[in-house]
């Protein structure tokens, strides 16, 4: 499994109610029902996707995740987990209420464009960067709401939602002195477990 995937893994309770928004193939979800005793479904677009969860055996919902998650009810999930995908849909700001109406705890990864690296390239350059971790060019790339560490834990104080954990890693999904020391400028991956303010 993905090294990724093993860090959100290790957030999640053991039998518990889990929606994966972004599933891909679906490999997350096995895991945690073959070692977690997770009920679990997962939301993908992408027909390979769907069709590699199928194959695994994993309950598979095809849905545009920028059109809401309106079809669940609130307080349908334990965990709703979205990894690497929130920096790609076009309202992650609503998206993120909605997880938190319908799942009692969020987790949240994405990429940090504050890296410096990131940064070093677009001073030299002038131009947008390209990493192994954001290949795409500006023009074509999914990535349509890049942020920061800082970024995005402003949005979470502006909703009054609670940071339960924090962890960021280097590019091969590490954690050193340096990266605790100054998150925002050495991190390249976020690993967030949010909850509202008024649930324990």
């Known amino acids: 499994m993905r090294r990724d995937l093993e860090i959100v893994s290790n957030l999640i309770p053991d039998s518990s109610r ?54 669940f009810q609130s307080d349908s999930f334990d965990t709703v987990v979205m ?12 998206l993120l209420d909605e997880m938190l109406r319908i799942g009692k705890q969020c987790i949240i990864t994405y990429p940090n464009f504050a890296h410096w690296r990131l940064r070093l390239y677009l001073a030299v350059r002038g131009e947008m960067p390209i990493s192994a971790d954001l290949p795409h060019t500006w023009y074509n790339t999914p990535n349509i709401h890049l942020c920061t560490f800082e970024d995005f834990e402003s949005l979470c104080r502006l909703k009054s939602l609670t940071i339960r954990a924090r962890f960021v890693t280097d590019n091969r ?3 050193h ?14 690993f967030y477990r949010i909850a509202r303010s008024n649930v324990e």
């Open 83 to 94: 990894t690497e995908t929130v920096q790609s849909v076009q309202r992650p700001d609503i």
């Open 18 to 71: 889990v929606l994966d928004l972004g599933c891909g193939n679906g490999e997350l979800l096995a895991h945690l029902a073959a070692y977690k005793n997770v009920n679990g479904y997962g939301i993908e677009i992408d027909p390979q996707g769907i069709k590699a969860c199928i194959k695994a055996g994993v309950n598979v919902i095809e849905q545009d995740l920028n059109k809401g998650l309106a079809n």
């Open 173 to 175: 999904y590490q954690n």
């Open 177 to 190: 002195r340096l990266i605790n020391w100054f998150p925002n400028l050495f991190g390249t991956h976020a």
